[in-house]
């Protein structure tokens, strides 16, 4: 059915998965947001993974204990030094009431399998559409060449796959539903459990399976056989086809149900579909197409019909990254956004492994709200997906209870307190490890997305009925929990995530606790300067102006050492500590805004070479996504392009999806075998190349401001800003020439900043333009697209 009619967006890979003992790793992945199903790639044995989106298990919550009264004792020993007894404080009472919970983990649904009698199989590729979202095996046998393609269809949820042939040879194929294999997941078996009551059962043109989950409900699927020409038998371990010229297999999957009743239900649900697999993939592809186009970046590279494998080794192998694969990274982060989302805005939260786990105790398996939601959401409100973030922003409103609980049983504060690990299914404080309790910035940060996400779209219903109420809950918080010490706040406890003061460090790590972390005040700061913004252009919340403003006047700026280094700890006590991972201290520059302060942007610069000689090799891949990301925004085009690089070389599998950790020991990054499945690396790099071409915020538009100058000549189309524009650019430095378009949501003021070395501009207030400074003070009307021809 596919072919590589566009290699550009398309993934070719030479080879099926080849993780031993993990073959889900090695997978191609497919989604609509609700179903996935990865498909392995065996010639002679096919392996389908299949998972829904909402299918969780070995998680359990409880009721948040009340133990705010403990907050004096935690206060009273970090005031005295006594930071080990601190760290232990919140921790022990809520084990003493008790609670203990456990964030719910991926469950994998089932395997559909598939075996032929392939004997000499040559001329082997594997290619995913990523503008279609359809995935292809192809090989040849002999004379006859076999051709198995799925994907799984937009607005139905069905998992449609087919199997077609060219040659003398008719296909022969063996198929089972089966329970997810054991031996497919590293997670050993004194961790895990399976699932009990797995059943298969087959019937004519039907197969079933079902088996029960740790909640006591069934989850299962329902797959139906169409075959043109030859036999069908029912064997008691599966079905077999035999002399057919085609096999077409629809397969619909369940959870949380009764297994009789939700097969005889999918039963007949299948057995409506009248349509053959193309038309179902035509009307499946065209919906698939428009989120995936509402975006385009074009390098006019050569080498994009080259497999992928070999375009990453070149990388692997201490090369730059050709501009196909560049391209390719860009389409992929977006793909897995687009079909690992839902773009209704269901309330759920995405898991790091997206729709694709494949381990029975996932690691790492729950989310992260603060660095792992960063980097799986960045690229989505600059390029045209924001639906991806409508379903994070339904779960926190849907569980707004639990996160006031969190702030009033653990620190008696009004307002919310965002987790940076929730539990699934609540809002509750999913861990209640120390590094967990002790970080306070959650709630600013899922505020700030609230807020760019009107940025992004100028949807003014959003922000008001929706982001604004969210941000002054959030602030409500802050406003209870910091302390006033000397006309300026302070915070205790504290904590960065990743890092421990040096001068607290232990044997074995240190407690993980600090006092006035900059995180806390930069995050804060940002959601307080957004709130008084946005509430004063829209005249909402007018008595609380006053008392905002000397919330913000109260919040400490960003420190700057005598070194010239950006300080991550305001409290005197603290000393920094550079050995590590952690790039929190530059939480302004990324995931904020990139400083206007030519002061603070200096020390940044200072803080990441500082941080790159002392903590390298201890970064795991959310840190590495954020180095690369900090580059950027601070304009250093080849440390934003080598630290990219140092992703692909010791975090990238050859699937091109990315594992948390630099398993490989290629000492990029820490070192670890169990290295979690994550698709964040993946959607951080979409953000990263594009953050190199197009930077923005309220105010201000910048063009290619860290390209490197390799980067000749290209275009990209469908860009959103935070000025609420979209860009269209195109430019080739060769020649000397660009030209921009830009279209206005709502009329805006913001300067836009050309290239370096940009001569002359042609267009709207042209006569503005100060070569100097290669800036143009623009006022952009309403709906009315500006064209721009530029001169290098």
């Not at 947001?33 to 002679?44: P, R, S």
């Not at 085609?246 to 009764?258: H, T, W």
């Not at 044997?507 to 509430?535: H, K, M, V, Y």
Request: charged share 25%; with cysteine; hydrophobic share 40%.
């Amino acid at each position: 059915m596919a072919s590589v009619r566009k290699p550009k967006t398309a993934l070719i890979f030479d080879k099926p998965s080849s993780w031993w003992g993990g073959m889900f790793r090695g997978a191609l992945p497919a989604g609509n947001g609700t179903v996935g199903a990865a498909v392995y790639g065996g010639a002679a044995v096919e392996n389908i993974l299949i998972n829904r989106a909402d299918l969780l298990w070995q998680g359990h919550v409880g009721v948040l204990p009340d133990v705010a009264d403990s907050c004096a004792e935690l206060k009273r020993c970090l005031e005295n030094g006594r930071w080990r007894k601190a760290s232990e404080v919140l921790n022990n009472a809520l084990v003493a009431k008790p609670y203990r919970p456990v964030p719910a983990v991926p469950l994998p649904l089932c395997d559909l399998r598939v075996t032929m009698p392939a004997e000499k199989v040559r001329e082997y590729n594997r290619v995913l559409n990523m503008e279609t979202g359809e995935i292809t095996v192809s090989f040849k046998d002999g004379s006859t060449r076999y051709e198995r393609s799925l994907f799984v269809a937009r607005g139905s949820d069905i998992v449609a796959y087919e199997i077609t042939k060219s040659g003398s040879k008719f296909i022969e194929a063996d198929f089972s539903l089966v329970q997810h294999d054991r031996g497919d997941s590293r997670t050993p078996e004194s961790f895990s459990k399976l699932p009990e009551s797995a059943v298969s059962k087959y019937d004519k043109f039907f197969m079933y399976f079902a088996a029960r989950s740790d909640d006591g409900t069934d989850f299962g699927a329902v797959a139906r056989l169409n075959h043109y020409g030859g036999t069908m038998e029912v064997l008691p371990d599966g079905i077999k086809i035999k002399g057919a010229e085609r096999i077409f297999v629809i397969v619909k999957v369940f959870s949380e149900g009764i297994r009789d009743k939700e097969w005889k239900k999918l039963q007949a649900e299948l057995t409506a579909v009248k349509q053959p697999y193309e038309k179902l993939f035509k009307e499946h592809a065209a919906a698939h197409a428009r989120l995936f186009n509402a975006a385009s970046l074009d390098f006019d590279a050569d080498g994009r019909d080259e497999s992928s494998e070999s375009l990453l080794y070149k990388v692997q192998a201490g090369g730059a990254i050709p501009a196909a694969l560049l391209e390719k990274l860009w389409d992929f982060g977006r793909y897995l956004l687009i079909s690992g989302t839902s773009p209704t805005g269901a309330a759920r939260l995405m898991s790091p492994y997206g729709l694709w786990c494949g381990e029975y105790k996932a690691v790492d398996g729950a989310v992260n709200t603060f660095s792992q939601l960063s980097a799986l959401t960045a690229p989505a409100l600059a390029l045209g997906i924001e639906s991806a973030l409508l379903g994070y922003f339904a779960y926190l409103e849907e569980h707004r209870d639990d996160l006031k609980k969190n702030a009033s049983r653990l620190y008696g504060a009004r307002g919310l307190f965002v987790p940076q690990y929730i539990a699934y299914t609540s809002g509750l404080i999913g861990d209640i490890d120390p590094k967990n309790l002790h970080f306070t910035a959650g709630a600013a940060v899922a505020a700030r997305l609230f807020y760019e996400y009107y940025l992004f779209t100028r949807d003014q219903k959003f922000l008001k009925e929706r982001a604004l109420p969210f941000m002054k809950e959030a602030a409500l918080f802050y406003e209870e929990f910091f302390l006033s010490v000397d006309g300026k706040y302070m915070t205790m406890p504290s904590y960065s995530p990743g890092n421990t003061p040096a001068n607290l460090l232990e044997p074995g790590g240190g407690p993980d606790i600090a006092a006035s972390c900059s995180i806390d005040f930069d995050a804060a700061r940002e959601l307080f300067t957004n709130l008084i913004s946005a509430s004063c252009e829209f005249g909402l919340y007018k008595t609380e102006y006053a008392k905002w403003e000397e919330i913000l006047a109260k919040i400490p700026p960003s420190k700057i050492g005598a070194d010239g280094l950006v300080k991550e700890y305001h409290d005197p006590r603290m000393t920094e500590n550079h050995a590590t991972g952690s790039l929190l201290p530059l939480y302004p520059v990324y995931p904020g805004l990139s400083p206007s302060d030519d002061a603070f942007a200096r020390a940044a610069a200072l803080t990441m070479k500082k941080r790159d000689a002392g903590g390298g090799k201890l970064r795991k891949l959310s840190d590495m996504s954020a180095r690369a990301h900090i580059y950027a925004r601070l304009k250093d085009a080849e440390a934003a392009l080598d630290a990219a690089a140092d992703i692909l070389r010791g975090f990238m599998m050859d699937n091109l999806i990315c594992a948390g950790a630099d398993w490989r020991g290629m000492g990029v990054g820490v070192d670890s075998a169990w290295a979690p499945y994550t698709i964040e690396g993946n959607t951080a790099l979409s953000s990263v190349i594009s953050e190199m071409l197009l930077q923005s915020g309220e105010d201000f538009i910048r063009l290619l401001p860290a390209a490197p100058e390799h980067w000749r000549k290209g275009s990209f189309a469908g860009w959103q800003t935070r000025a609420g524009v979209e860009i269209d650019f195109e430019w080739d430095t060769k020649r000397g020439t660009a030209s921009l378009k830009i279209k206005p949501k709502k009329q805006a003021e913001f300067v836009i900043e050309f290239p370096q070395g940009t001569k002359r501009v042609k267009g709207p207030d042209a006569e503005r333009f100060n070569p100097q400074t290669c800036k143009l003070a623009l006022f952009a009307p309403a709906l009315k697209a500006i064209a721009y021809e530029i001169k290098f």
